[in-house]
């Protein structure tokens, strides 16, 4: 017996077809003793009509109305998941963020949560009664105003839940059934990891992988909770109910390394293809030039990802190098040259069709020439590296967007993470 | 100036246009010096998709869900609203129930406010901040439980917020300008009234008159609090502010008959269509009898109406007439065919043809003649009466449902409400 938290999202309660099968993976649970808090989003297609008629209200709206109105989503689902449960004979009862309480910082819309008191829940528990539990949101204590999390947000209140029950396990239920090594759509031999570590997962999920948000890792990172990926769509009767002893039969474990017996050296590949570059060519070489270039992209709210600085044969000047979203290029350019005059003059140059390929692994932090191999395998290809970061697990490398698929491929193949 | 509270039901905010529409009529009234409170409903279809949710996941479900998934319908409202008003230069928050708080009775979905902290809101109005809350819901403090006053419970909480915040007036925004002597669709020289009292608008209510919900009128009477009927649908700039002098420039007030100086005999006239008639002929006349019958009835949730029994010329038995709603009939003669062992024998005819025409007025307490003057002037045009019943300030007579419009329009004019 456990301690199971459950966080199924938008697409899993799109409707109450969906709901009932969310209400039959909780009675599985239920039924084989464990003790379960389920925590939900608002249902597919809800939270973007609350965000429309927000949006139509006025473009320039106050964050404390905007979370007032779009958390009513959550409540909805929370309140029809309760009922559905209750019809098929389970104990049951709804939960919204300020009556746990969940409280949180009164950055609305974007808010972080400061605390759970878990024990009225726990004690629930114990009598047999799933609690369902809004995700996403909780309350900003000082003004009594409902604040959210911002999108994606669910899947860290639900591990935020987890810990403050002291869970066994957080099972985050999602439309596909585990992490792979790579995008299967690409790779149709990729596999999917029976086990990865939370370093991983956060740098496959700042890497464009969306099975899971990156705040709910480091949170489960900072307080080792235990989470598992798996899909709601499979038939809730087909799947074994948790068990502490056999999690890794089903899905893919999100844990400490420590808890990985037999790591990779390369456990997946990630990309992103809607990458631009911008180079700034012959910048004059002098301090502060780098927070005049990126000081003003930031004032614009510009995410900046890969920087590469090098100096000119004349040493005096400077070529900086860098990536945004491929959507920001227009505004990048904009900013740039309006900031003209305090960067100094520079030529510029921009492309918009560039992609990130990514090894990710964490047993490269003990093992020597993953990153020649990736670059050997990419040369051997005809494929031409425009620019290269790394981490201590992950290696990063900027391509011409039309090898892509190629490039992904080539690196699945060459880390043996192929399928047999 | 004046503390105002002004209240707009579902179809008055129904989209973002007419939430607009409605923060104009706020602008009007605090631009004018006015302290605002606004109350609302669910925009129009909101509350119905979130019922037939509720439905559709069970239909035996838990009332305190129901409650938790359709007290979000207003929530949407109050924070668009807030939103809105704020795009027009005005300072406004949105308060759910839980959050004023409004305390109500553990009775979901029919329950009853039991009080309202209105410190904080006051401390806000007299800041210029207008307060929009959601009508319809407050929190049960016991279980700390969204629960909902019951359909049209929007009315009910403007009033008692009205109360709670010493408000000088209650505005209640509709689609109808104002009550009138009878319904202008059947009678076209109906009048507005520019006065009415408690007593005749709960008469007006409870006979069928959707203008005001009968518990709202309640509220106001026992606290003498004034209520005005407007509609949201007169534009807003061509609408005076409120003046605590000239209130009655425009809509109905419902107030105290002390304050009505010119009250006339008869301030109008109500018909219901929907009614059926059962009566049971021959029913052994012995203690206990009317109890047999109506036990059962009200057992089965079937409200009886009005009730008329005389006794037959052997002294024996008696004949018992009473009327339901039109639907009602089958289950209610269902009902008394079940009860036959309980009751003894007796025959039953039965019609769904008839309607109720009641005759209201406050008047009435002091001029003798009112009822002879109905009967007089129904019998003249051959208008048969089937039953009558009478109260204080109301004179009912139950006829064939044929005749309804006639009777409606003829005592309209004997009473002398029509227009010139």
């Given amino acids: 017996m456990a301690v199971v938290v459950m966080k ?46 927000v949006r139509e209200a006025s473009l320039l709206h106050d964050a404390r109305e905007y979370d007032a109105v779009v958390a009513t989503g ?43 008191d878990g024990a009225e829940i726990r004690r629930r528990l114990d009598t047999g009664e799933v609690a369902v539990i809004t995700g996403f949101q909780g309350i900003e204590p000082d003004r009594n105003r409902i604040a959210t999390l911002g999108r994606g947000g669910s899947d860290t209140s639900a591990v935020a839940i987890a810990v403050a029950l002291k869970a066994d396990v957080c099972d985050i239920y999602t439309d596909v059934d585990g992490v792979y090594t790579t995008d299967p759509r690409i790779v149709p031999k990729a596999r999917r990891l029976p086990k990865v570590s939370y370093e991983e997962m956060l740098e496959m999920a700042s890497l464009g992988s969306k099975v899971l948000q990156t705040r709910s890792v480091e949170l489960a990172m900072v307080n080792r909770m235990t989470v598992r990926v798996l899909s709601s769509f499979t038939a809730p009767e087909a799947m074994e109910p948790a068990r502490m002893d056999r999690l890794e039969d089903i899905g893919t474990i999100v844990c400490d390394e420590d808890e990985i017996v037999e790591s990779q050296v390369v456990s997946g590949i990630a990309y992103v293809k809607d990458e631009a570059k911008v180079t700034l060519i012959k910048v004059e070489d002098k301090p502060g030039v780098a927070s005049r270039i990126f000081g003003p992209l930031a004032d614009a709210n510009i995410n900046v990802d890969m920087i590469i600085q090098s100096v000119t044969p004349d040493g005096m000047h400077t070529d900086m190098t860098f990536t945004v979203q491929g959507s920001e290029l227009p505004r990048t350019l904009e900013t740039l040259k309006a900031a003209k ?18 090894v990710i692994g964490i047993g490269m932090r003990s093992h020597a020439g ?13 494929i031409n590296i425009l620019a290269i970061t790394t981490s201590e697990i992950k290696i990063s490398v900027l391509i011409d967007a039309a090898y892509a698929e190629l490039a992904v491929r080539t690196l699945h193949s060459v880390y043996g993470l192929d399928a047999d």
């Fill in 341 to 358: 005059k305090e960067i100094g003059d520079f030529e510029i140059q921009s492309s918009a069709d560039v992609a990130k390929i990514s």
């Fill in 370 to 382: 993953v990153a020649a191999k990736m670059f050997s395998a990419l040369a051997a290809k005809g």
């Fill in 74 to 116: 959550e409540q909805v689902t929370a309140g029809l998941l309760a009922i559905t449960l209750q019809s098929i004979g389970l104990q049951a009862r709804s939960w919204q963020g300020w009556q746990i309480p969940i409280t949180t910082t009164p950055a609305h819309g974007a808010a972080r949560i400061t605390g759970i």
């Fill in 8 to 53: 199924f999202g938008g697409t899993s309660v799109a409707n109450i077809e969906r709901i009932r099968n969310v209400a039959r993976h909780v009675k599985r649970e239920a039924d084989a003793g464990n003790q379960v808090a389920v925590v939900v989003s608002a249902m597919a297609g809800v939270t973007n009509q609350l965000v429309s008629w």
